[in-house]
C-alpha cells in the first residue's frame, strides 16, 4: 500500500502562482511514476495534467506546458507541482497519483485550487 499526503492549494489571482506537494509513504519501492490530476468543477472525470517517473520522465497536458514544472525529490518521497502563470481554467481539486507496479493507483484526498480575481 501507499499513502499519498497533498498539501499546497488556494486561492490565487490569475498569473499567480501556487506549489503543490505531494507526499508518500508505504511501500515507496513499488511506485513507478507520480503524476498530478485535476477535476475541473462540473466535471466527473480528473484529466492528467502532469506525471514524472521513477527515473525523471515527464509528461505534461498540452493546456500546462511552458507554465508547469512536476518535479520528485526521491529522498523525501516527494513530488511537486511548480504552477506559474495560473489561469482560471486551471480551478479544480488537484490530486496526486502514483502509479504502482502491477497497474495499481493510489491517490490523495486532493487539495483545492481556485484561480480568480
Known amino acids: 500500500q501507499v499513502q499519498l499526503v497533498e498539501s499546497g492549494g488556494g486561492l490565487v489571482q490569475p498569473g499567480g502562482t501556487l506549489r503543490l506537494s505531494c507526499a508518500a509513504s508505504g511501500n515507496i519501492a513499488s511506485i513507478l511514476s507520480m503524476g498530478w490530476y485535476r477535476q475541473a468543477p462540473g466535471k466527473k472525470q480528473r484529466e492528467l495534467v502532469a506525471a514524472i517517473t521513477s527515473g525523471g520522465s515527464t509528461n505534461y497536458a498540452d493546456s500546462v506546458k511552458g507554465r508547469f514544472t512536476i518535479s520528485r525529490d526521491n529522498a523525501k518521497n516527494t513530488a511537486y507541482l511548480q504552477m506559474n502563470s495560473l489561469k482560471p481554467e486551471d480551478t479544480g481539486v488537484y490530486y496526486c497519483?502514483?502509479?504502482?507496479?502491477?497497474?495499481?493507483?493510489?491517490w490523495g484526498q486532493g487539495t483545492q485550487v481556485t484561480v480568480s480575481s
Open positions: 497519483n502514483a502509479l504502482r507496479i502491477g497497474s495499481r493507483n493510489s
